[in-house]
């Protein structure tokens, strides 16, 4: 049996009285989609924090390939090949698309502190940005301004920015919120390529997308997991049923 | 060392320390409801002062004097407000520094066109210049006294002002969510115009009180408005309680390290270098503080974790 | 050539040609203003990097400025009295020649500049703001007290220090030092700014969060841009004392801080010629405006007042419009 590329154990979080995650256990396995679903409130994006490391957890463990990186700070997990999106789009919009990539090109090499050689002509960073840029169908938008773009591109931008990482696991916060119907189709196509290379845990509202794309689903209410397992299970779970997918339709 | 020494550097620490919160309550208000940062609150600190000794001197009443300090402060504070600080809400900290930096400019050189470059010097009325014997065989002057007191009280009144009135609840409000306050249909720009007077009116009063103690002159709000910065860095930036312990924290250290450092030293060195030695690092010893708070707390003693 | 980049050689040229228009005339007042010009250019260049490039609205910068004029002062006037800079830990003989100075004075502003870089980037915000502008003002307050080296009254050293044996006491001599200083410096920023560094600068102005996420400490990126930014400055400083022959606390005070972020401010903020133009334009308003009325900073305050509402990028912003570093 293949060891889970991430791991999170008896993890819980609160803000003052109000309790985020409790408890929560899930793993992530090589090759597979995990989606994380729930109502709105449910802890999904605290719990993602502190999977990135954003924010510290008050008890509970997290391993990376087997590792435990409790102590170890956002951008430490992230050098170690944890990569994630955020539900609202997060880039630098006075840049241009193509030195957002190079920027997260850049992170993956290690070497930030370099003061004379300019970018521009780095071709360690500007051939695989490119290549990115090509994969996420941006090529044409290199040069435009983040801020130029439209939603859906944003999105394609944000996950080209988490691939240019060469990530060994993806964190993806909502990746597909705000998106139309062919652009959906588009991402949930790239989602199934993606496992091919690096397992994702997938935050999704929309559960269509993940009925169509997931391995394995964990539903967390009010900060606990109350079930996991494939998707005909979790279909099939009274609880669930009652909990959420009773709720929402 | 005698303990009656001792515990009058440790009274003229408190009355400096109330001085600083009276300062500093009003940039810590400003900060927390309108996310303004104003270096030109020590302009108006010196412009109380200024108001406070010419009318203190046309009328040869302090008592009209100390009226006048608040109420050209809260006018300047009202005029500065709706001219330009108004425009400065949506921008960011650096066009606000800049800015304010400039008024700082316009109001030093202003008074010092109006007044000219010498300092003046109040002349407390009789009833307030004596000195009062406290227990213990300490005699301390009665308007040092005094102004302790009226630093106590308006941190007593600012208490009461944000936590039970209804203006307070919308500096409350106004500090927590921008958005909200002005969803609820409170005017928001009349409450800011409210708040940055009042702030303004308590730098003028300050301004006249330390003033008559010590002298009016052209520059005096500059390095207070710094130990305020330091006050609110220590407290917290929004919390009216933090600006009070900060300010007492900080009038007090920094009494009592000139009072104590170059003893101190003297135990070990002779004694005119250990003047020096202790004074320079007296001068140092609220810095230090400073850091030491931000070692362990990064946004203060009574700030929100970020 | 891109239109910034020319904007900038067009202002050098400018402030080149005011130079050799005093040394034809004989004007040495005209000749030793454009060398100040130069010397604020440089401390604006270095704040530049810190504020306008990495946001870090640092209102300290009067303690890089100080400390380097102070290495030049004390570093001199120990050379002219033939006594150690200091004995104890290790023995540092003084000096008169300018690159020994320049090099300590950078040391000592990288030395003091770490430190307090560590401290007030623990914060951000309107808090490094504060902290920074508090930090200086404890230097300020020491040298006023510290008595060794002349305390409140400064330290005069009367002769200029020297480089490749020139004679300094000439203005234009000592202009062609500091404007090949500064061409030096606007050099090393322009590179500076479009290497991986400052990609990575640039990204944790616009987006820290981001920049986490990629796997860099901000922290990290910030205080290596507040130290270069703070060496930078405190190389003014001691040209700056050189100039004047004297280096006193004034140097140090907050006042000088907000003339340093002035002269960004003015000129445009992360702009390469921001500083250049910027620091120009201040000694002119000053020379025109002194002219006008002994209160002359009632009306610098004004006009800068009226750039801060209305003109936001400084002259350069008017001239170049968009800002582009990193597009």
């Known amino acids: 049996m293949t060891d889970p590329a991430l791991e999170v154990t008896n993890l819980s979080k609160s803000f003052g009285a109000l309790a985020a995650c409790r408890n929560v256990s899930l793993d992530l396995m090589p090759g597979e989609i995990h989606a994380l679903i729930g109502p709105n409130g449910a802890g999904k994006t605290t719990l993602v924090k502190t999977i990135a490391g954003e924010i510290a957890h008050d008890s509970g463990h997290i391993r990376f390939g087997g590792e435990l990186i409790d102590d170890l700070d956002a951008a430490a997990r992230a050098q170690l090949g944890l990569a994630r999106t955020f539900q609202i789009s997060s880039l630098a919009m006075e840049m241009s698309v193509l030195k957002n990539v190079m920027l997260a090109v850049m992170a993956v090499s290690g070497q930030v502190f370099r003061f004379f050689k300019p970018v521009n002509g780095d071709d360690a960073l500007l051939g695989p940005a490119r290549a990115c840029l090509e994969n996420a169908g941006l090529r044409k938008r290199a040069q435009t301004r983040a801020a130029e773009l439209s939603h859906g591109e944003r999105r394609q931008l944000e996950i080209a920015l988490a691939l240019a990482m060469k990530p060994k696991v993806f964190l993806m916060d909502e990746p597909m919120a705000g998106m139309g119907p062919e652009s959906l189709a588009r991402l949930s196509g790239l989602l199934r390529e993606l496992k091919q290379t690096a397992p994702v845990l997938l935050i999704e509202h929309d559960m269509d997308v993940v009925f169509s794309v997931a391995d394995r689903i964990s539903v967390l209410v009010y900060g606990e997991v109350i079930a996991t397992g494939t998707v005909d299970e979790i279909r099939a779970n009274p609880d669930v049923q009652a909990a959420y997918l009773g709720d929402a339709a | ?306 | 050539m891109r239109r910034e980049t020319l904007i900038t050689l067009t202002l050098l040229a400018l402030l080149l040609g005011a130079a050799v228009y005093g040394h034809r005339g004989n004007e040495p007042f005209i000749i030793t203003l454009a060398a100040k010009a130069a010397i604020f250019a440089i401390a604006g260049a270095g704040l530049n990097l810190a504020l306008g490039y990495g946001g870090l609205v640092s209102f300290g910068h009067a303690a890089f400025f100080g400390i380097g004029g102070y290495a030049a002062g004390i570093i001199a006037s120990a050379a002219r009295n033939y006594e150690p800079v200091m004995t104890w830990p290790i023995e540092i003989a003084g000096s008169t020649s300018m690159p020994v100075i320049w090099i300590v004075a950078i040391i000592a502003a990288m030395i003091i500049a770490i430190p307090i870089g560590i401290f007030s980037l623990r914060t951000g915000g309107v808090y490094f703001i504060m902290i920074t502008l508090a930090f200086a003002q404890m230097l300020y307050y020491f040298a006023v007290s510290w008595p060794a080296y002349g305390g409140e009254d400064g330290l005069s050293f009367y002769v200029r220090n020297s480089v490749f044996g020139l004679n300094m006491m000439d203005p234009w001599t000592y202009f062609t030092v500091c404007f090949g200083v500064l061409a030096v410096v606007l050099a090393l920023m322009a590179v500076l700014v479009r290497s991986r560094f400052g990609l990575a600068l640039e990204m944790a102005r616009q987006n820290a969060q981001r920049l986490t996420a990629s796997g860099i400490r901000p922290f990290n990126v910030r205080l290596t841009a507040f130290v270069i930014s703070a060496m930078i400055t405190g190389l003014a400083g001691a040209l700056y004392a050189d100039l004047n022959r004297f280096v006193s606390p004034a140097m140090l005070s907050w006042h000088t801080s907000g003339e340093i972020m002035v002269f960004v401010i003015l000129g445009g903020v992360a702009r390469l010629g921001g500083p250049v133009a910027g620091a120009c334009l201040y000694l002119l308003l000053e020379q025109t405006l002194d002219g006008v009325t002994d209160y002359w900073q009632v009306l610098l305050g004004i006009v800068l007042l009226l750039v801060v509402l209305f003109a936001r990028g400084g002259l350069v912003g008017l001239l170049a419009g968009r800002r582009a570093a990193h597009d």
């Open chain 2, 1 to 306: 060392m005698s303990g009656a020494l001792f515990a009058e550097q440790l009274l003229n620490g408190l009355q400096f320390g109330v001085m600083l919160f009276v300062m500093a309550a009003g940039l810590t208000l400003v900060f927390g409801v309108m996310g303004l940062i104003n270096l030109a609150h020590g302009s108006l600190y010196m412009l109380g002062a200024f108001a406070c000794a010419a009318v203190a001197a046309a009328t040869g009443s302090f008592v009209l004097g100390l009226a006048a300090s608040l109420a050209a402060a809260a006018i300047a504070g009202v005029l500065v407000e709706t001219l330009i600080i108004r425009h400065l809400y949506a921008r960011d900290h650096l066009d606000q520094v800049i800015a304010t930096f400039a008024l700082i400019l316009v109001f030093t050189e202003g008074t010092r066109w109006a007044f000219g470059s010498f300092p003046l010097y109040l002349n407390l009325p009789d009833a307030l210049s004596g000195s009062v014997s406290l227990p213990g065989g300490i005699t301390y002057p009665l308007f040092r006294l005094l102004i302790i007191g009226v630093g106590l009280a308006i941190a007593a009144g600012l208490f009461l002002l944000v936590n039970r009135t209804r203006l307070g609840m919308r500096i409350r409000a106004g500090e927590s969510d921008r958005e909200m306050i002005a969803a609820l249909g409170v005017d928001i720009g009349r409450l800011y115009t409210i708040v940055f007077a009042l702030g303004a009116a308590l730098a003028g009063l300050a301004g006249a009180l330390v003033g008559s103690v010590q002298a009016v002159q052209i520059g005096m709000g500059e390095p207070v408005l710094i130990l305020a910065f330091v006050v609110i860095v220590v407290g917290g930036i929004g919390s009216i309680t933090g600006a009070f312990v900060g300010a007492i924290l900080v009038g007090v250290t920094d009494t009592l390290g000139r009072f104590l450092l170059p003893q101190a030293f003297g135990l070990i060195m002779d004694a005119s270098s250990a003047t020096s030695v202790g004074s320079a690092l007296a001068s140092m010893l609220i810095y230090v503080l400073m850091a030491l708070v931000l070692v362990f707390r990064p946004t203060g003693l009574f700030g929100k974790p970020a």
